[in-house]
């Protein structure tokens, strides 16, 4: 973006001065910085010259900032829920089109920004679409365990009927349920795939008012980032730009925008790793299951750990794309003279169901490792139950790379389809690879830092892609450079051929999880049920 022509921002003040924004007024600008003020609080009095200090920023020089106000007083009977629900109102109307939202909240301003985020969660897709694009929240003294010195006042006769706010912040509730519990549950209810920010905790050395938090105050969400410099009134209040809070908030601004697949890494871990886990990448099979098919269950699925919402969506966006290309009779089989994919019966049947991120459903699904029936799954069902059955942490995570779904889970239901990553479009020739090869990596890298992020130390990432066509659609040296990266290799067999034995390794690994844990790299493995008497080695992928 051109600074010589966009000198500086405009203010914008709203609903009576009662919020204000700064602007560039460019439709390009994709960041937002929103403060929220605590009780007895001012929408710039609070703040004085900390968000024009903040702004100055380099990871912000090209953001909008602004503060939303909200009515609190010595007299003030209103609910927290009426601000939480004032307040996402607001951003639907002035944050629309930004595309990473921070928020910075002190005191009663957090607990309005979770209960906020609760309902955002509870509410329809363009509420939860709006809390995906709040990146982080940073909680400035913010008593989410409830406040002693408010706890003391509440308990004066005729208070709480002046003030229903000093009964909040000592017990911070929502309609007699815990802040926590009410927030936890909304999660819950909105399930697996719901994308929502993180938050870092910061108490002051001169707070009266709010002490560090208890560990059991803490959401899943939360990290308490520490003590900084200031009393409960001066934590916030014109920090300079070398203040420990500012470069705090800073650093985990910068760490966003470098990494977004981490989204908001909080400043220490939300969950420590635990034991660690193998990642097996295989491709599709041509041959699949129709047996038993079920309704999509609305969750789960590779889709639902990816907090990059503009990733996700090109994603849904490819797969529904090449559904298109197929049932226009746009996609053939050239590799092996398998003809116009429109003609196969299971491509005429397809969905635009929640796998394409459209609605339609109906008994069309089976989990991917129920469908795949190739020779690479020769894994009989009984074999599989029982792999499932296993803890999480005793077994490898299993990913496939497919021509119509990119990638997707063993366990992600998907519909019966017939297409390869060698067949091509028609008018221009291009193989269904290519339209894959840019979303492939950074949706493996999005999915492997979310296996982190939920307490899976990813051990190695082995390859069973035989066929090169699969393999060269990942970049494996961007991989490789997180993780390490393993790929299987036959002796004796290549391409097409080796499928049935990586059918017959599958099958071992299935049945014996800890097979995984004896490999060394570059050493020659047998088995008596490989074609050919092969052998296989795991080779360390090498950058080049």
Known sequence: ??????????????????????????????????????????????????????????????????????????????????????????????????????????????????????????????????????????????????????????KIPFLGLINTKVDLLANPQVAGVELKQFYEESIRQAGPGLVRPKFSLFTGTADRLVPEPPEWSLTQDDSYAGVVEGSHGSIKMDQSANSTLMRLIVRQIEKYQSDPAIQTASFSAITPLGAARDVLIMACSATKSSSNETQHPNSGGVLSSVLDEELRHAVFKQRAFIKDLIESGRIRGDEYDEGNRRSRLQNKALLLGPDFGGLDNAPRYLPAHRRYMGRAFQVQAHEWEKFFAVPAAQRPHILIVSGLYGLCEAEEFIQNYDCHLTDVETVSGRPLQSYWQELLTPLLVAHLSYLERSGVKVRTVISLLAEDFYSNAIDWNAVSTRWPVLHQRFEKTSGRKALDNVGVWLQKVVTQPAVLRTLQPDTFYEDPRFAEHDRVKFEPHRAG
């Open 1 to 154: 973006m051109n600074n010589q022509v966009r000198r500086s921002r405009v203010l914008k003040t709203i609903d009576g001065d009662r919020s204000y924004i700064q602007t560039y007024h460019h439709d390009d600008t994709q960041d937002f910085v929103l403060f929220i003020h605590g009780i007895l609080g001012h929408h710039r009095e609070t703040w004085k010259d900390t968000p024009a200090q903040l702004l100055t920023e380099q990871v912000l020089a090209e953001a909008d900032f602004g503060s939303f106000g909200y009515h609190t007083g010595w007299f003030d009977r209103k609910p927290t829920r009426l601000h939480a629900l004032q307040l996402i109102t607001w951003m639907h109307a002035h944050l629309s089109t930004y595309r990473r939202i921070y928020v910075i909240a002190h005191s009663m301003g957090g607990l309005v920004t979770r209960e906020a985020c609760a309902l955002l969660a509870r509410g329809n897709q363009d509420d939860r679409a709006l809390l995906a694009r709040i990146k982080h929240g940073f909680f400035v003294a913010v008593p989410i365990a409830g406040s002693p010195v408010a706890r003391v006042l509440s």
